[in-house]
């Protein structure tokens, strides 16, 4: 069962590296047809900007997974690095079921807005582009970054308090 999860994880894992590096190029793609139109052709593409910025949007929310899978999402752990291993670990369990319970609260809070942008039919004003797949991009990344902590919890226990730092430990 266990092995089954990490393998859907890493599945799932695999999909967003995939889907990142796509919209990665994409991004890039627009970006250096919009260069080449602005100076070679003197007309620039109006939308290109929006587009941009929804699937930049769409990368850092996507790749929230990855860095809650890996331990690194952005925490202050001085005091917590100085505790002896039995209360660092507890501590450590505690803040990450603290990060999976606040994506899913932060999900949960998202959605009506989500939910309300696809009803109206409401659209970007360059590109037209309906407003609910950059901003339904926050739901889906919170809620794939709680599932991926919580599988690694799961798999793996919690990770160190400093990735870095643990590398030489072991």
Not at 1 to 27: C, D, F, N, T, Y
Not at 59 to 75: A, M, T
Not at 91 to 98: K, M, N, Q, R, S
Request: net charge neutral; with cysteine.
């Amino acid at each position: 069962m266990i092995k089954r999860l990490e393998r859907g994880a890493q599945g799932v894992m695999h999909v967003i590296r995939i889907a990142s590096g796509v919209l990665l190029v994409g991004s890039v793609a627009v970006n250096f047809a919009n260069i080449i139109g602005r100076y070679f052709l003197s007309v620039s593409i109006p939308w290109a900007e929006e587009v941009m910025l929804f699937l930049m949007i769409a990368c850092v929310f996507l790749n929230c997974g990855l860095v809650g899978w890996s331990g690194r999402q952005i925490r202050m752990d001085a005091f917590v690095s100085l505790l002896p291993p039995r209360p660092r670990a507890i501590v450590e369990l505690v803040c990450e079921l603290v990060v999976v319970a606040t994506c899913l609260v932060l999900a949960a809070l998202a959605w009506p807005v989500v939910s309300m942008l696809a009803e109206l039919d409401e659209r970007s004003e360059a590109a037209n582009i309906p407003l609910v797949l950059p901003q339904g991009m926050m739901p889906i990344g919170f809620l794939i970054m709680a599932f991926l902590i919580a599988i690694r919890l799961l798999v793996r226990g919690v990770a160190p308090a400093d990735p870095i730092a643990s590398r030489s430990e072991h």
